[in-house]
């Protein structure tokens, strides 16, 4: 989570596939999906990579869409009032949503990890 000066070598590599590997167009109808699901309130992210990292770093977008699987009165997530914006409060937020996906059958495998949206 420390700032990152420009890759080089190996790592400008790894970069680069990474950032081949982006679908832009599965961004956009994973935007679509989320919002039809989970209703406008969650607002849309800002096109790209970088944008869909943000709208779900914080831990609100993907507890909302956790929780619209499941009827009134048994929502698995408490979401908070306010967003977090400490760094540890989003984490929690995020294990959360991961605990309630794991419990909803998701396998642990296809999951990622807390450290992967802050990466």
């Given at each position: 989570?420390?700032?990152?000066?420009?890759?080089?070598?190996?790592?400008?590599?790894?970069?680069?596939?990474i950032e081949k590997k982006y679908d832009d167009e599965l961004e956009d109808r994973l935007v679509?999906?989320?919002?039809?699901?989970?209703?406008?309130?969650?607002?849309?992210?800002?096109?790209?990579?970088?944008?869909?990292?943000?709208?779900?770093?914080?831990?609100?977008?993907?507890s909302r869409l956790v929780n619209s699987l499941?009827?009134?009165?048994?929502?698995?997530?408490?979401?908070?009032?306010?967003?977090?914006?400490?760094?540890?409060?989003?984490?929690?937020?995020?294990?959360?949503?991961?605990?309630?996906?794991?419990?909803?059958?998701?396998?642990?495998?296809?999951?990622?990890?807390?450290?992967?949206?802050?990466?």
């Open positions: 989570m420390a700032n990152k000066g420009p890759a080089y070598g190996m790592s400008r590599d790894v970069q680069s596939k679509e999906w989320i919002v039809a699901q989970c209703g406008a309130a969650v607002g849309r992210p800002e096109r790209g990579r970088l944008g869909f990292q943000v709208w779900l770093k914080n831990g609100i977008v993907l499941y009827p009134d009165g048994s929502k698995p997530i408490k979401i908070p009032d306010t967003p977090p914006t400490m760094v540890f409060k989003q984490m929690e937020q995020i294990a959360q949503f991961l605990k309630a996906a794991e419990d909803y059958g998701v396998i642990k495998t296809d999951m990622f990890q807390t450290v992967d949206l802050f990466e």
